[in-house]
């Protein structure tokens, strides 16, 4: 049986802005497993890089608040461990793929310096022994001319190669766990392809757990074995990859699933306009006492704008957020 690498409990955190205080992540649990893949979806907004962040120890403790909950790797609690015990942690045992290369790369450093910091501040290599290293894990990555992109900085790169640096940069203390938070932003359907393949072979040589941030479902379709969907800071589902797509259970992830452009639906009888999810996320900036998908819900009822909803069971492996499943 495999043993549980990483547990949120009652993870909660806030920012405090001009506006007031926002909650951005309310009260999420959420478990993963050594080897296992796991997405985190939602739209933009909805809490799920926050939550990344959190593990991380990167939330901007100028502005943000983590109110309460435990985020435990490996049975230790990393909200309670020193600053200088989480930068040990952090790019050895976790690391993280940001979302735009372009932002996350230093501009005035050589892409091959950047690789090697993890090795010479881990793993304690000279500067010689590392850049060994790192023109092994650039082809690993599938990066031709190793040697000689070293050397390059990361505007001399196109946006594939920029997130295979990324990617390469993560990898190379071979963590326990990888959090990729949306690591085909911005690229081209083939390059992002080429991206998720590399992945996931990585995660099979390598034998670590990810933990997948996308708003993309057809992503998630092809790399997780469990999903988890946010919306407005909750977790409003959980369950087992086939299940999200063959039963939904929450009115959003319903919503998500029609939103996907399908092939040929234009082609095959009359177009149809694709399906949207009408209206926009809540402010956070105030309670809401019901349901926060409430108002934009198909399927709201008198309960959805009185109480607020907990996870409800609705089969095995399998909740949802709805007042739907109260009776079940």
Same mark, same amino acid.
């Given at each position: 049986?495999?043993?549980?690498?990483?547990? =949120?409990?009652?993870?909660?955190?806030?920012?405090?802005?001009?506006?007031?205080?926002?909650?951005?992540?309310?009260?999420?649990?959420?478990?993963?497993?050594?080897?296992?893949?796991?997405? $985190?979806?939602?739209?933009?907004?909805?809490?799920?890089?926050?939550?990344?962040?959190?593990?991380?120890?990167?939330?901007?403790?100028?502005?943000?608040?983590?109110?309460?909950?435990?985020?435990?790797?490996?049975?230790?609690? $990393?909200?309670?461990?020193?600053?200088?015990?989480?930068?040990?942690?952090?790019?050895?045992?976790?690391?993280?793929?940001?979302?735009?290369?372009?932002?996350?790369?230093?501009?005035?450093?050589?892409?091959?310096?950047?690789?090697?910091?993890?090795?010479?501040?881990?793993?304690?290599?000279?500067?010689?022994?590392?850049?060994?290293?790192?023109?092994?894990?650039?082809?690993?990555?599938?990066?031709?001319?190793?040697?000689?992109?070293?050397?390059?900085?990361?505007?001399?790169?196109?946006?594939?190669?920029?997130?295979?640096?990324?990617?390469?940069?993560?990898?190379?203390?071979?963590?326990?766990?990888?959090?990729?938070?949306?690591?085909?932003?911005?690229?081209?359907?083939?390059?992002?392809?080429?991206?998720?393949?590399?992945?996931?072979?990585?995660?099979?040589?390598?034998?670590?757990?990810?933990?997948?941030?996308?708003?993309?479902?057809?992503?998630?379709?092809?790399?997780?074995?469990?999903?988890?969907?946010?919306?407005?800071?909750?977790?409003?589902?959980?369950?087992?990859?086939?299940?999200?797509?063959?039963?939904?259970?929450?009115?959003?992830?319903?919503?998500?699933?029609?939103?996907?452009?399908?092939?040929?639906?234009?082609?095959?009888?009359?177009?149809?306009?694709?399906?949207?999810?009408?209206?926009?996320?809540?402010?956070?900036?105030?309670? =809401?006492?019901?349901?926060?998908?409430?108002?934009?819900?198909?399927?709201?009822?008198?309960?959805?704008?009185?109480?607020?909803?907990?996870?409800?069971?609705?089969?095995?492996?399998?909740?949802?957020?709805?007042?739907?499943?109260?009776?079940?």
């Amino acid at each position: 049986m495999p043993s549980t690498l990483l547990k =949120i409990q009652d993870l909660s955190v806030s920012f405090d802005t001009p506006q007031g205080v926002r909650g951005a992540v309310d009260h999420v649990s959420f478990s993963m497993e050594e080897g296992e893949t796991l997405g $985190l979806v939602g739209e933009s907004g909805c809490g799920k890089s926050v939550t990344a962040l959190s593990i991380l120890g990167l939330v901007d403790m100028t502005t943000g608040i983590i109110e309460s909950g435990r985020i435990l790797f490996r049975g230790e609690n $990393l909200l309670g461990i020193s600053p200088e015990a989480l930068r040990r942690l952090r790019g050895n045992d976790i690391s993280m793929v940001f979302q735009e290369p372009m932002t996350s790369l230093n501009p005035i450093l050589p892409v091959g310096r950047q690789i090697a910091e993890p090795l010479m501040v881990h793993q304690g290599l000279s500067k010689t022994e590392a850049y060994a290293s790192v023109a092994t894990w650039l082809e690993c990555v599938k990066i031709p001319m190793a040697r000689k992109r070293m050397k390059e900085y990361p505007h001399q790169l196109s946006g594939g190669m920029r997130q295979r640096v990324m990617i390469a940069m993560a990898m190379i203390c071979r963590p326990g766990l990888l959090i990729a938070d949306e690591p085909t932003t911005a690229l081209d359907v083939s390059t992002q392809a080429q991206i998720l393949t590399l992945i996931e072979n990585l995660k099979a040589d390598f034998k670590m757990s990810v933990l997948f941030i996308t708003h993309d479902l057809g992503i998630v379709a092809q790399t997780a074995n469990r999903v988890v969907v946010m919306y407005a800071g909750q977790i409003v589902e959980t369950a087992p990859v086939t299940d999200i797509f063959d039963k939904p259970a929450h009115p959003y992830t319903k919503g998500l699933l029609k939103s996907i452009p399908r092939m040929g639906t234009s082609t095959n009888g009359p177009k149809k306009r694709l399906q949207e999810i009408r209206g926009s996320l809540p402010s956070l900036y105030k309670p =809401i006492s019901g349901c926060r998908f409430a108002d934009r819900c198909p399927e709201v009822f008198e309960p959805c704008r009185q109480k607020r909803p907990v996870l409800l069971p609705v089969q095995d492996d399998q909740q949802a957020r709805c007042w739907l499943y109260a009776s079940s």
